[in-house]
């Protein structure tokens, strides 16, 4: 630590350089921590799914299945739960602000199963009000709706008197993990729904059917879809975590994209900052013969140059992680998924930063241990 001063008026000898490195750094670190805190984000949102969840639905994608379909399923050993449940897009005061309406048998069950988290007296609301909607924290805040609101939808859904129009009395808020994906969505009584809508009564947009052991999945999936087959309501019965996965697959190979683009970012600054090094030992050959000549050892300058390297790399890339997880949060509102950079990925930045920054200064640095004092005085 003696040396810190010496270090330490070594990196600013040029600020202008300096302040470009650490710039370059900064900015690549950021990357880094971007998209590694997505990535890993993304993979912890997939695994908090519940592996006994399976959604059961149409095969043809538009058929309704009949409601009778609840009670054979139920009936399938393995099966623990089942929910029958339909949705329908509605509008609230302008076409452009939509939401999901989901219908179905709410019930403490329903709430545990989904991890969704609703004050008992909100429960205990809608159970004696049947227009009565749990209404998604986010869009409470969004429209400043609370308890006690009537909330006016316009819909494509026609209710038995011809009517597009529907009305429910807000009985409060509910929060639930990401991965339900009811974040834009109130959740309405079922049986007020199916007694109100002129189409397609007694059927059920899907299932969601809950497993006794998520290990027998796919054989419990196999039996539900026996139960339909060769009919006009054919099912196709999928974990809903395959199905998250599924939809992250969609968007191609995160791992490889996330991975090339951070490799290609630190090489390119790998050679830039080499090169930057370089230059800036060439032009302290003089100062670095002075100290050879007041007693510097070869390994101690040797030893300095490097320091300098991994103290400014370490002080960008901590600028550039700290950059990072002040943005990653931002995306909560557009990917609904609370991404945080998780510690191992500050880590693995960290040992990045200190592998990068030898690497880059070792040949810097090699030419100032092999530096001869009286070519370096004489200005060979």
Do not use: C
Request: charged share 15%; aromatic share 8%.
């Amino acid at each position: 630590m003696k040396y810190l001063r010496l270090i330490w008026a070594g990196m600013w000898r040029r600020p202008g350089r300096t302040a470009l490195m650490l710039l370059q750094i900064l900015v690549a670190f950021l990357l880094f921590g971007l998209l590694q805190g997505m990535q890993s984000g993304i993979n912890q949102a997939i695994d908090t799914v519940r592996a006994d969840l399976y959604r059961v639905s149409p095969a043809e994608g538009g058929t309704p299945l009949p409601l009778a379909l609840q009670q054979r399923i139920s009936s399938v050993p393995g099966v623990r739960r089942i929910y029958g449940i339909n949705v329908f897009i509605a509008t609230y005061q302008r076409p452009s602000q939509q939401l999901g309406v989901l219908a179905t048998n709410f019930d403490a069950g329903w709430i545990s199963n989904f991890d969704v988290s609703v004050p008992r007296q909100v429960l205990a609301a809608l159970a004696q009000m049947r227009t009565g909607a749990l209404v998604s924290r986010r869009l409470a805040e969004k429209y400043g709706w609370k308890a006690g609101d009537r909330i006016p939808l316009q819909s494509h859904t026609r209710r038995q008197d011809g009517s597009t129009d529907w009305t429910f009395d807000d009985v409060g808020t509910f929060d639930a993990p990401s991965w339900v994906g009811v974040d834009n969505v109130i959740i309405v009584r079922d049986d007020y729904y199916e007694s109100a809508r002129l189409l397609d009564r007694d059927t059920a947009a899907q299932y969601t059917v809950l497993l006794a052991d998520p290990h027998q999945g796919e054989q419990v999936a196999r039996r539900i879809d026996a139960l339909s087959a060769n009919s006009s309501f054919e099912t196709r019965t999928q974990s809903v975590r395959a199905l998250a996965q599924s939809n992250l697959q969609s968007l191609g190979d995160l791992n490889f994209i996330v991975r090339s683009i951070v490799a290609a970012a630190m090489f390119a600054l790998l050679v830039s900052t080499a090169a930057m090094l370089m230059q800036s030992v060439r032009e302290r050959t003089t100062e670095l013969a002075v100290l050879k000549t007041i007693g510097f050892s070869d390994l101690r300058i040797f030893g300095m140059l490097l320091a300098e390297s991994v103290l400014l790399s370490l002080g960008a890339t901590a600028l550039g992680l700290a950059a990072a997880s002040r943005i990653l949060p931002l995306t909560e509102k557009f990917l609904n998924l609370g991404i945080t950079i998780p510690d191992s990925v500050v880590l693995a930045g960290f040992l990045m930063a200190v592998v990068f920054a030898l690497a880059s200064a070792i040949l810097p640095a090699w030419r100032g241990l092999r530096l001869q004092v009286a070519a370096a005085l004489a200005g060979r």
